[in-house]
């Protein structure tokens, strides 16, 4: 098994690519080793090792981010070691039951919450998914759209530039009525 990693626009997070599917669909967002022992072994497995303060699953992805004080340089051979002896033993990333709700829009929520989603859906999650990360949309109120960021994108330097110079900025021009776009956590 040959696991590739990749760079984020996120100097504390690690991409890992290990060349077949984590997910079947949706993503996962680990913010401590509690959390994630009570819904993936993969990400407590990564969270056994030192230095590790965050596990994002993606369809085809690990993201992992690190405390400020570790060096990539020491921890990258433990997390392929780690993801790499996951994916050989044949276990599922999520344990049942594991699954993550995701912003999607709700019977009832109107045709605007419909269109800023299937737009999040198509032109934004597939390009912050390159980057080791996902926008999930959480509501829509008073000309505001609400997003929660996760994975690289989470504590990102460029988050915000990304937020309101491209998304803020796509979904006002094809959704007029939206004025701002947030981060929520």
């Not at 019977?107 to 912050?128: F, H, N, S, Y």
Request: hydrophobic residues 40%; glycine residues 10%.
């Amino acid at each position: 098994m040959f696991i590739q990693t990749e760079t984020t626009p996120n100097p504390a997070t690690l991409k890992f690519l290990p060349g077949r599917e984590v997910l079947s669909a949706g993503s996962a967002d680990f913010k401590s080793a509690d959390e994630a022992s009570a819904r993936s072994p993969l990400a407590a497995k990564l969270f056994g090792v030192d230095g590790v303060s965050g596990v994002f699953l993606g369809q085809d992805f690990v993201t992992v981010t690190k405390a400020d004080d570790k060096d990539w340089h020491l921890m990258k051979p433990a997390l392929l070691g780690a993801i790499m002896e996951h994916f050989t033993s044949g276990a599922a990333a999520l344990s049942e039951g594991g699954e993550t709700a995701h912003g999607e829009a709700a019977e009832g929520d109107g045709e605007l919450v419909q269109q800023i989603i299937e737009l999040l859906d198509t032109r934004v999650r597939p390009a912050v998914a390159q980057d080791g990360g996902d926008i999930l949309f959480q509501k829509y109120e008073d000309g505001i759209v609400y997003l929660h960021m996760q994975g690289s994108c989470s504590g990102c330097p460029s988050s915000t530039a990304t937020l309101k110079m491209g998304i803020e900025n796509m979904l006002r021009h094809y959704i007029p009525e939206i004025v701002e776009v947030r981060a929520v956590a």
